[in-house]
């Protein structure tokens, strides 16, 4: 079976910096895609960072969050990070992993995050 778990939301002031992490087990996700996404009241889920399985190991960011979001993945440890820098009001929301490939799609239950003062 497979678990996708995402932490590290919590409350931060404008300005501060998270580090979530989506830890999976049941799956080896060297062989998966790995997205951010996050959705705040009110709005659709919007996408904001992919690990791709690109040789080169790329990084799609969405426009919103690049400059200052950072996402990684380890997959010796079956994880992917997200490092959040210079955070807004307008990016408060739940956070969602999501693993996939072709008929396969993973999602965790989300880590909330709050940025205000």
């Known amino acids: 079976q497979v678990h996708v778990v995402e932490s590290g939301g919590g409350l931060v002031q404008p300005g501060g910096s998270l580090r979530l992490s989506c830890t999976v087990s049941g799956i080896d996700v060297s062989n998966y895609v790995l997205d951010w996404y996050r959705q705040a009241p009110g709005k659709q889920r919007e996408f904001i960072a992919s690990?791709?399985?690109?040789?080169?190991?790329?990084?799609n960011y969405a426009d919103s969050v690049k400059g200052r979001f950072t996402c990684s993945r380890d997959n010796a440890k079956n994880t992917l990070i997200l490092q959040m820098n210079s955070l807004k009001p307008e990016d408060a929301a739940v956070y969602y992993c999501?693993?996939?490939?072709?008929?396969?799609?993973?999602w965790g239950q989300g880590t909330q995050v709050t940025v205000s003062s």
């Open positions: 690990a791709t399985l690109s040789r080169d190991g790329d990084i």
């Open positions: 999501n693993v996939w490939r072709g008929g396969e799609d993973y």
